[in-house]
Every structure is written in structure tokens, then in C-alpha cells.
């Protein structure tokens, strides 16, 4: 097993990130309407997006998995989250254009935009749940 320089077994990559909705139908019209995302899954739970073909955002009704969920092939711990939660997604810096545009024609209003020092700049928006979205161009991290 490789291991990061530092002793520990290497992590990849982010898989996975989780937003809290209130209204599952309400966040999936938004997400799809406006990301067009595929759905890889969704129940009365949660909405598994593929974003990119890199990594997986889902949506779970608030409250909806505050206990633990048995599966046949293990037990996924409880867990949840409130408040406006943050994600990042990242957009080629050919595209900022175009998706403001998108986002105005939406009706989503850009709450703000930073111009970051390696060169890249940043959206923020809000989903109907008060989460704050951000649309990112490369030279926002030393990493991207």
C-alpha cells in the first residue's frame, strides 16, 4: 500500500460530498435544471448526482438519515447537517462566462465573486436551501 510520505495510506481523491435539503423535490428540480447532473440514484432519502464523472454529490432530506441505515451489506452510520452548507465545483475559466449567463437567465443571483491572486475566480450563489454554491476556476488553489 503507497502511502502519502507521511506513513499514512494515500486518500485519492474527495468521492463523495453531502448537502442537507429541506424539500428533495425542490432541490432536484434546481440541481437538475441548472447542473443538469446525472441522477446515478434516488429514493425518498437522497439524490446521488454524478458530477463530472469524478465524484458524487448527493442531496439528502434533512432529518431523513438521522438513523443508522441497514443495508444487506452493512450499516451506514447516522448523520445529518444544518445551516448553509458550502461545495466548490469546479468550471473551466473558458466557461465563466457562460455560466453567469446561465445563472441569470435561471434567476439564481451571484451573491458574490472573488478574483483570487494564483489567477482564478470564483461564483457564489445559493440553492434553494440557503446552501452556498461556488463556481471555480483553476488558480483557485495551489491544487487546482
Given at each position: 500500500m503507497a502511502d502519502?510520505?507521511?506513513?499514512?495510506?494515500?486518500?485519492?481523491?474527495?468521492?463523495?460530498?453531502?448537502l442537507y435539503v429541506d424539500d428533495l423535490v425542490r432541490a432536484s428540480?434546481?440541481?437538475d435544471h441548472l447542473f443538469g447532473f446525472p441522477k446515478l440514484f434516488a429514493d425518498a432519502r437522497l439524490i446521488a448526482y454524478?458530477?463530472?464523472?469524478?465524484?458524487?454529490l448527493?442531496?439528502?432530506?434533512?432529518?431523513?438519515?438521522?438513523?443508522?441505515?441497514v443495508l444487506p451489506g452493512g450499516d451506514i452510520p447516522?448523520?445529518?447537517g444544518s445551516g448553509a452548507l458550502h461545495v466548490a465545483l469546479a468550471?473551466?475559466?473558458?466557461?465563466?462566462a457562460s455560466w453567469e449567463d446561465r445563472l441569470d437567465?435561471?434567476?439564481?443571483a451571484i451573491e458574490g465573486r472573488v478574483e483570487w491572486p494564483r489567477g482564478g475566480v470564483s461564483l457564489y450563489f445559493r440553492d434553494?436551501?440557503?446552501n452556498l454554491l461556488e463556481l471555480a476556476t483553476p488558480g483557485l488553489w495551489k491544487t487546482y
Open positions: 502519502d510520505g507521511n506513513g499514512s495510506p494515500r486518500i485519492v481523491r474527495v468521492l463523495e460530498t453531502a428540480h434546481f440541481y454524478d458530477v463530472g464523472g469524478e465524484s458524487v448527493l442531496l439528502f432530506a434533512r432529518g431523513a438519515s438521522v438513523t443508522t441505515q447516522a448523520h445529518d468550471i473551466g475559466r473558458e466557461e465563466l437567465a435561471g434567476g439564481v434553494p436551501d440557503r
